[in-house]
């Protein structure tokens, strides 16, 4: 385990879609993994958030949630307003976002990837981020189980995988695939994880950020 100095005085917003959007699922233990790493930590999830709802965000029909440093987290179950990053952003003063977006970008219904579109949606926010000066990390989706509500498929998840690797620099891009096997990880719907697999993931998303930490301001 690297030491806590890796992210020590760092601010961190770290933003996801369904599954930073109840503190059970990935948003309690990633946050406290990134805080004990010595980080101050803002996590805000908006279910079915792509990534272009972040920077003109929209309503959500199953909920949001959100934690701020050493406090709890709070969620809102059902309708939920969205959020724009751009002003928290400027309010926290964040050195360091932490993008979890994978299966919103995913398109696992449709039987060719919608490259054009998905394009769009991940560079208007690389972009956003970039003129911000904030250094960025971009967590890909991790392998869910096929042949479930989701149809999140392995070939489907490796195609988003493939496509996010290649296109949201200048963010760092964390691949999620790496930190398990296909179907290795249990869920719930063939795309939630159980508790387990959730802090897995956080623990598998806080190394690779810490193997490859941010630069701090000298």
Wanted: proline content about 6%; aromatic content about 8%.
């Amino acid at each position: 385990m690297a030491t806590a100095a890796a992210l020590a005085g760092l601010t961190f917003l770290v933003i996801g879609e369904s599954h930073m959007a109840t503190p059970h699922y990935l948003m309690n233990p990633l946050h406290e993994n990134l805080t004990e790493q010595g980080a101050n930590v803002h996590s805000i999830g908006v279910c079915g958030a792509s990534p272009m709802k972040w920077i003109n965000p929209t309503s959500t029909d199953c909920g949001k949630a959100e934690r701020i440093g050493n406090g709890t987290a709070t969620e809102i179950l059902g309708n939920a307003e969205g959020v724009a990053i751009k002003g928290v952003m400027e309010k926290d003063k964040t050195d360091v976002i932490l993008v979890v977006i994978g299966d919103t970008v995913g398109s696992y219904a449709s039987a060719e990837f919608p490259k054009s579109w998905a394009y769009q949606e991940v560079t208007a926010l690389t972009k956003l981020i970039k003129d911000t000066g904030a250094q960025c990390y971009w967590a890909g989706p991790a392998w869910g189980q096929g042949g479930k509500r989701f149809n999140k498929d392995p070939e489907l998840v490796k195609r988003a995988n493939e496509f996010l690797a290649e296109n949201v620099a200048p963010c760092t891009y964390i691949d999620s695939t790496k930190f398990s096997q296909p179907n290795e990880w249990k869920t719930v719907d063939g795309q939630h994880f159980t508790a387990k697999y959730y802090r897995a993931w956080a623990q598998g998303i806080t190394d690779a950020l810490v193997a490859t930490p941010p630069k701090k301001a000298p």
